[in-house]
């Protein structure tokens, strides 16, 4: 709209100014950290931290909370395995999909791990020097039961804005992985062979995140390049006539 155009311009004159609190002088994140939760499987971490100079998820707060900044929790290994499968003949009808989100207690344990160490964080100095209050989900919740009720279905502070009383749709972040994962054709979860190709199918290959095994231990784009460079190759070999992996 013209309002946000018109916003937008002025922090780009700003910018260009050489005046860093314009909002173009941050990438958005201002910090982050890979943390090894006690219960991740081998020496890889699977908590990641990311610290947001901003609202993340634009809610609506009194105006005495003008300066909100966002601690984000993420579990990059879960143990927890939902479904993708097919919901009927018909390729336009959408698949059914089950995220069975925490379904593992390991995962659980690892957010509320999570959680304590982002208010350790937050209550050592200097960010304790800049940290007035936490908002969510509220340093009222102290016990297991409350912190999961919280990450479950969603913090109590937004249940009265006409939200379900469970609400579960925000136990996914980003850079969802491995519904078509890579591996050998007799391994029966795999969906492409080693070369994308996806097995049982002539003349398609799958070439995305859906294909990894199991997620990094971080973001997923530069391995979704990595993958996608792969693919081309693997096309550029096939019509040379060259086969090997």
Known sequence: DHQASSYCRDQLIRYAAGDISS?????????????????????????????????????????????????????????????????????????IFEGAYLSDMNDSNALLWAIRKMREAASTPPLSDLVRSELVPGPHLASDAELLDAIQCGPKQFRSLGRPACDRSELAVNHLAGTCRLGDPDDPHAVV??????????????????????PPSGNTHATCVMIGERAAQFMIDDARGKTEV
């Open 193 to 214: 062979d080693l070369r994308l190709r996806v097995i049982g199918v002539r003349r398609l290959r799958v070439a995305d995140a859906s294909v990894m095994p199991r």
């Open 23 to 95: 909002v173009f002088a941050s990438p958005g994140i201002s910090a982050g950290a890979f943390l090894r939760s006690p219960y991740a499987l081998g020496g890889e971490p699977d908590v990641q931290l990311t610290l947001h100079p901003w609202d993340k998820y634009g809610r609506t707060w009194t105006t005495a909370y003008e300066g909100i900044a966002s601690m984000e929790i993420a579990n990059n290994h879960p143990r927890s395995r939902g479904r993708v499968a097919l919901r009927s003949a018909r390729f336009a009808d959408p698949p």
